[in-house]
């Protein structure tokens, strides 16, 4: 069955629940996000000051993270930097923290990546310092690091943050008020701002939460802004047959998700031309059994859908398909930069042509970008 957690709790936090037991579930929260946001902001300015000091990699590292709890589109932004500095001729590793792996497997993200990036090295481990040495040990000459915005412990010589332009501002809030990780204001650490989903909002809408958050980092907002869009490229089925998107065009689906942002993709499907007849969120990183293929199969049946259409990132967790069933088919994303595509490009191209030492620390800057 589908878990609506996840739903349920932004609404808590957005404040769409309306029912009195809801007020005071925010009320008792309230002081809880403030404690988490006061302890983030103190462990901010201990970084920022040198009070804590964080490990040198060895190597380049580019960071990709964002500000938010929840889907924000990161993961094709770390394949857009990843094939950039590929196509560079170095030689990339992702490192990241391998969040909701069983132990001896791959993370929901690893397993995606691995899809959208074949030959690609992913290193997952917890203390992502001994992540990036061991990424060095293997060839790689560059680090990008998922999901590590807030992990200040690995040096990094770029900062990209991805901000969804969907829901750009985490209701407000630091967790567990809001879906914030940190304050809006931790953002001039950054030396870039990719505004993803950026086609799904109107341009006055991207002209404001661009002003809502320069305002949050007191009227300044550093470094690249740029602004992308998921595109739909393909459809793939589990054996990674692929078909063009045209595979939806007025076709009944039924459709699930267990990812942070599920309304997002609900809403590529119906732009693409998909009746969705059925759509379930599961929480983010469900774990799927075969029970819940089987379910998923009568539940699709029973909506008269002629097949069930899911993201890269569940379908790789989809137990093997039993005979009989509908198809599951998956759809593929990539990122298209749109705006500052030149600027954020040249970020990373500056960063590519400085090559690491044959042995120590990293002792280049990029131009352009904050120091940590």
């Not at 930097?81 to 969040?99: E, H, K």
């Not at 690091?145 to 501002?169: E, I, K, S």
């Not at 940190?182 to 002209?207: F, K, M, N, Y």
Request: glycine share 10%; net charge positive; charged share 20%.
């Amino acid at each position: 069955m589908p878990h609506p957690d996840a739903e349920s709790f932004k609404q808590l936090v957005d404040g769409t629940d309306t029912r009195a037991r809801a007020t005071l579930a925010r009320f008792a929260l309230a002081p809880l996000g403030a404690a988490w946001s006061t302890m983030m902001a103190l462990r901010n300015t201990a970084y920022d000051r040198g009070w804590l000091t964080a490990a040198p990699a060895g190597l380049p590292v580019v960071c990709v993270g964002n500000l938010t709890l929840g889907g924000t589109g990161k993961t094709p932004l770390v394949a857009w930097v990843v094939r950039r500095l590929a196509a560079l001729d170095r030689q990339p590793a992702i490192v990241s923290r391998g969040y909701a792996a069983a132990a001896g497997q791959r993370s929901d993200e690893a397993a995606e990546l691995a899809l959208l990036l074949p030959g690609i090295l992913h290193v997952a481990c917890r203390d992502r310092v001994v992540a990036a040495a061991a990424a060095a040990v293997a060839g790689a000459d560059v680090v990008v690091l998922d999901d590590g915005f807030q992990h200040r412990r690995l040096a990094r010589d770029l900062d990209l943050v991805a901000v969804d332009a969907t829901d750009p501002f985490g209701c407000g809030h630091v967790f567990p008020r809001g879906l914030l990780r940190e304050r809006l204001s931790g953002l001039a650490r950054a030396d870039a701002t990719i505004l993803t989903r950026a086609g799904s909002v109107a341009p006055e809408r991207r002209a404001e939460i661009r002003d809502r958050l320069t305002k949050a980092c007191g009227g300044a907002l550093p470094g690249v802004w740029a602004e992308a869009s998921h595109a739909p490229v393909a459809i793939r089925d589990p054996a990674g047959v692929t078909h063009t998107t045209d595979w939806l065009t007025g076709r009944r689906v039924a459709a699930f998700a267990g990812i942070g942002n599920p309304s997002a993709f609900r809403q590529t499907l119906t732009t693409l031309g998909a009746e969705v007849v059925a759509f379930r969120p599961y929480a983010d990183h469900h774990a799927y059994t075969p029970a819940d293929r089987a379910d998923l199969a009568a539940w699709a049946r029973g909506h008269g859908a002629e097949g069930l259409i899911t993201t890269l990132k569940d379908l790789v967790k989809i137990p093997a398909r039993v005979s009989g069933e509908l198809p599951i088919m998956a759809l593929e994303i990539a990122l298209v930069v749109e705006t500052g595509a030149t600027a954020l490009g040249s970020l990373i191209d500056r960063l590519a042509m400085a090559r690491p030492p044959a042995a120590g620390g990293v002792s280049f800057t990029v131009p352009g970008a904050s120091p940590r």
